[in-house]
């Protein structure tokens, strides 16, 4: 994969972050993903993306962690089901917002971004497409949280 594309990717997911939550999130590796692994994460939101380059982009993230970003947002939920569609809507804010500021330094490449879908379940899988590989940017957050950013894109 074009490294200036998992380059774009990877300081827009710590900016996020930074931006949103006032956290810094370290990437803390790089790995290429065969889609069959088990991962551990509860919650991914993805996004599609078309034009001059196609494929998917998803955050995964485990729920405490997601619980603990949209609390110290300040928003507080009124049940349970109310906080799960409040942390499903958190989760593809961020990605819309990551998408869009990768794609927008990616200036050379015309694309365009799909809505987001959010899948949750312990150890859920993806059906990524066989267009690239899945590389998958793993970032540490403090307090022991993490998130991981994955990109399927060609291009």
Known sequence: M???IVA???KAAASTFRDMFGIVATEAGTCELTGSEDHGWDVTG???LAGQAQGVVAIRIKQPVLAELLA???VIAG????GRQLEGGLV???MNIIAGSAISA???LNIEIAPPVIVRGPNHKIGWPNIA???ALSFSLPKDGAFEIDLCIRH
């Open 46 to 48: 993805l996004v599609g």
């Open 92 to 94: 593809g804010e961020m």
């Open 2 to 4: 074009d490294k200036a």
């Open 133 to 135: 590989p899945v590389v």
């Open 79 to 82: 049940g349970v089901l109310e």
């Open 72 to 74: 110290g947002s300040g």
């Open 8 to 10: 774009a990717f990877s």
């Open 106 to 108: 990616i200036r050379d």
